[in-house]
């Protein structure tokens, strides 16, 4: 499984990074994080606020760091 | 009966009877002051940034700037001015923000309005606002925000800037915009975690702020400030501007200063145009911009944004005094 972490590398995307490793360590998941950085690969998801979260390739989450929960339940959702 | 009554009693109690402090001494009414309005300031921070963020989480730009493609001139700058005060925005995301405007065939001069409003109207500094000043000085306020970046953005927008934009912005493709499905317990969630972040953030900037502002209502001699920064001396506004632009400081922690400022007879123009300068315009910013802006295009943005700010300033100096605000 792969998550992606969109944002231009502020440390709203550092910490949402962390919070997805997290959640995928927690869950047990085999999942490796991606970050997203180039901001023409950002706006080809249709995303305008960041960080933003895309779990197989759709846009879970964007504009704010969701806390560990929210994540867990997003990737348990699939 | 105001609702922070049992602070001011309790800072009262604390300064002047516990710590034994003279009623009406410098030392005293200093510490009285920074005793009421730091848990005052904390409290209304929270729940601003909670009841904004909340509303707001309702419309993220993924959503509105399609009403920013609506109207050209004046209309579209309106909208553009009305969206930024209500669209959630952070500084960090001004890149993708710009891009996608500038993408779906949102106006330069729409897209100035919403940079200008956002930080400019910010809905927690309003509140704020509000809290300390009245609802007259708030209202007069938001009206003048709302003019700086209507107007501020029409001017831009008549300049033909669109040379001055880094080209590699003109070259990417948005995708249909995304904007995940939330529900009202993630709003407040997000709501809830927006105010630890921000509070977190700002709450020593809001001591230091309210301890200035502290020892400024002790110690500072009304005279002096009155003298230099009154309404008798027409450079005050100007000034105050200039110097609201590097200090970049949170909202939380300029408008306790700001208070003092006024009780000392500073002129109210130049208060609000350091507040707005302050709030508005800042290095950082600047510093985001300049990726998708050429250095030009800042320096208008910037040269504009003081001269409009500056004359909203004039504007509170003179209507203030005739609303008894």
């Known amino acids: 499984m792969v998550i992606k972490v969109l944002g231009s590398g502020c440390c709203n995307c550092d910490k949402l990074a962390d919070v997805a490793k997290r959640a995928a360590d927690e869950l047990g998941l085999d999942a490796t994080i991606e970050k997203v950085t180039d901001i023409a690969d950002i706006m080809a998801y249709g995303v305008m606020s960041t960080p933003a979260l895309v779990i197989g390739e759709e846009v879970r989450i964007a504009g704010r760091v969701p806390s560990l929960a929210e994540v867990k339940t997003v990737l348990a959702r699939g | ?325």
Do not use: Q
């Not at chain 2, 009414?29 to 989480?57: C, G, M, N, T």
């Not at chain 2, 002096?224 to 506004?237: D, E, H, I, K, T």
């Not at chain 2, 000034?239 to 909202?251: C, D, K, M, Q, W």
């Open chain 2, 1 to 325: 009966m105001d609702v922070f009554y049992p602070l001011e009693w309790l800072a009262g109690w604390l300064t002047f009877d516990l710590f034994g402090l003279e009623r009406g001494s410098r030392l005293g009414e200093a510490l009285a002051f920074f005793l009421y309005d730091v848990p005052k300031i904390l409290l209304l921070l929270v729940v601003a940034v909670f009841v904004v963020s909340f509303v707001r989480s309702y419309l993220p730009p993924e959503k509105t700037k399609k009403y920013l493609t609506r109207g050209r001139e004046w209309i579209g700058n309106v909208i553009g001015a009305a969206v930024g005060v209500v669209t959630p925005f952070c500084s960090c995301s001004a890149v993708p923000l710009f891009i996608g405007f500038v993408e779906s065939g949102v106006p330069l001069g729409v897209t100035f309005s919403f940079l200008i409003a956002s930080p400019l109207v910010d809905l927690v500094a309003l509140s704020l606002i509000t809290a300390l000043f009245g609802w007259k000085i708030a209202a007069m306020y938001f009206v003048s925000g709302l003019m700086v970046a209507i107007i501020g953005g029409f001017i831009l927008g008549r300049l033909n800037l669109e040379g001055e934009i880094e080209e590699y912005v003109w070259k990417i493709r948005m995708a249909e915009a995304a904007s995940p499905e939330m529900t009202r317990a993630d709003r407040a969630r997000g709501a809830w975690s927006e105010v630890r972040t921000i509070v977190g953030r700002v709450w020593l900037y809001v001591i230091i702020g309210i301890a200035i502002g502290g020892l400024m209502h002790g110690y500072v001699p009304a005279e002096v400030l009155s003298r230099w920064a009154g309404p008798g001396n027409p450079l005050a506004v100007p000034v105050a501007t200039a110097f609201g632009i590097p200090l970049y400081s949170s909202v939380a922690a300029v408008i306790p200063v700001a208070g003092v400022l006024v009780d000392k007879g500073v002129a109210i123009g130049a208060v609000i145009a350091l507040l707005m300068a302050t709030v508005g315009l800042s290095v950082p910013e600047f510093i985001i911009l300049r990726k998708v802006m050429k250095p030009r295009l800042i320096a208008i943005f910037v040269g504009i944004s003081f001269v409009t700010i500056t004359i909203t300033g004039y504007l509170f100096n003179w209507i203030a005094p005739a609303l008894g605000a």
